[in-house]
C-alpha cells in the first residue's frame, strides 16, 4: 500500500511559478510509475504529466508542454512538479498518482493505483 501526499501549491500571479511536491510512503516507490492530473470545478480530471519508473521519460499534456516539468527523486521517494509561466486556467486541484501496473507510464487514470488527497492551484489574472 502506498500512501501519497502533495504539497506546495497554492495562489499566485499569472506568470508565476509554483513547485508541487509528492512523497511517498510504503511500498517500494521506484516500481511505480507517478502521474500527475488535475480538476477544476465543474471539470473532469485532466492529464497533466507522467513520469517512469527511472525518470527518463516523461510526457504531457498539450497545454502544459513547455511550462511545467515532471520530475522525481527515488532516493528520496519524492515526485515534483515544476510549473512556470502559469495562467489564470491552470487553477485547480492537483493530484499526484502511483502505478503499479505494467508499461512506461500512463496518461490515463485508469492504471493508477494509488492518489494522493490533492493541493489546490490558484493562479490570480
Known amino acids: 500500500q502506498v500512501q501519497l501526499v502533495e504539497s506546495g501549491g497554492g495562489l499566485v500571479q499569472a506568470g508565476g511559478s509554483l513547485r508541487l511536491s509528492c512523497a511517498a510512503s510504503g511500498g517500494t516507490f521506484s516500481a511505480y510509475f507517478m502521474g500527475w492530473f488535475r480538476q477544476a470545478p465543474g471539470k473532469e480530471r485532466e492529464f497533466v504529466a507522467t513520469?517512469?519508473?527511472?525518470?527518463?521519460?516523461?510526457l504531457y499534456g498539450d497545454s502544459m508542454k513547455f511550462r511545467f516539468t515532471i520530475s522525481r527523486d527515488n532516493a528520496k521517494r519524492t515526485a515534483y512538479l515544476q510549473m512556470n509561466s502559469l495562467k489564470p486556467e491552470d487553477t485547480a486541484v492537483y493530484y499526484c498518482?502511483?502505478?503499479?501496473?505494467?508499461?512506461?507510464?500512463?496518461?490515463?487514470?485508469?492504471?493508477?493505483?494509488?492518489w494522493g488527497q490533492g493541493t489546490q492551484v490558484t493562479v490570480s489574472s
Open positions: 498518482a502511483a502505478s503499479g501496473k505494467g508499461g512506461l507510464y500512463g496518461t490515463t487514470p485508469n492504471p493508477y493505483d494509488y
Open positions: 513520469i517512469s519508473r527511472s525518470g527518463g521519460s516523461t
